[in-house]
């Protein structure tokens, strides 16, 4: 019998790769082009969306000031950098909907139960941590930022340094917010309990008000802003987690009584 038509053991492993990561290659064209199609909605209101942006800063300049663009490339670079990040940050639900179905197959199903409900709730966080930034915590250090300076200092930000400013904070409140999240992720797979999370509370909230000071600017309103939030999210991720781990033993407890019910029936009926 010819050998030509049949693949070696080598190529039979390959094979499985080299699908996947074509596959991977497809996923991130289509993520890719979720972003520049949102991009080119959104260019044409860049300056727009810039003005939205720099509202809490604007409303707070004293009067007669504004905000200036020292380089020259600024008034297009500026807008166009806080575009594409927005591009990027609508897409996300796109993007981990592609991850989702990148993974899925190779999990099973009660872990599919878990990632569905782990994948939403993660988008709601992160833009819900955005929101947090701008309708909370902007006003409230810019409105200290802008009082304290000297009296002969006019306040006029640079567009670019403002943007960077803004987006650094928007990542990290959106990611602090992911926090129920890991936290609910750890006990899930048995890397921690509930206790043990309990008991490495005082640790926890001193790390968060480190985090706060290296992810913040220098200032105590600001790096508690992060803290707090970061520590409450923690307390809500344990709460999950205990929730979650009950749920599940309740449904394994179930699986097993079905399971031991079947057995019995099967045995009666073999007697007979």
Sequence with gaps: MSDKNQGTPEQDQEQPLISHLVELR????????????????????????????SAPLTALLPEGTSMIATDVTSPFFAPFKLTLVAAIFLAMPFVLHQIWGFIA??????????????????????????????????????????????????????????????????????????????????????????????????????????????LTPPDVISQSLLAVPMWLLFEAGILLGVIFVRKEKEEEDEELEDEFAEAMQEEEENSK
């Design 26 to 53: 497809q996923r991130l064209m289509y993520v890719l082009f979720a972003v520049l199609v949102i991009f080119l909605g959104l260019f044409y209101f860049a300056n727009d969306l810039y003005t939205y942006l």
């Design 105 to 214: 197959p190779g999990l099973y199903k009660h872990e599919k139960r878990l990632a569905v409900p782990l994948l939403v709730s993660s988008i709601f966080l992160f833009y819900a941590g955005i929101a947090f930034a701008y309708f909370v915590v902007f006003p409230l250090i810019f409105g200290f930022f802008t009082s304290v300076g000297p009296e002969n200092v006019a306040v006029m930000t640079d567009i670019s340094s403002y943007l960077n400013f803004v987006l650094k904070l928007f990542f990290a409140f959106g990611v602090v917010f992911e926090i129920p999240i890991a936290t609910l992720l750890l006990i899930w797979t048995g890397a921690a309990t509930p206790e043990g999370l309990r008991q490495k509370r005082a640790y926890v909230i001193v790390g968060c008000f480190v985090l706060g000071m290296l």
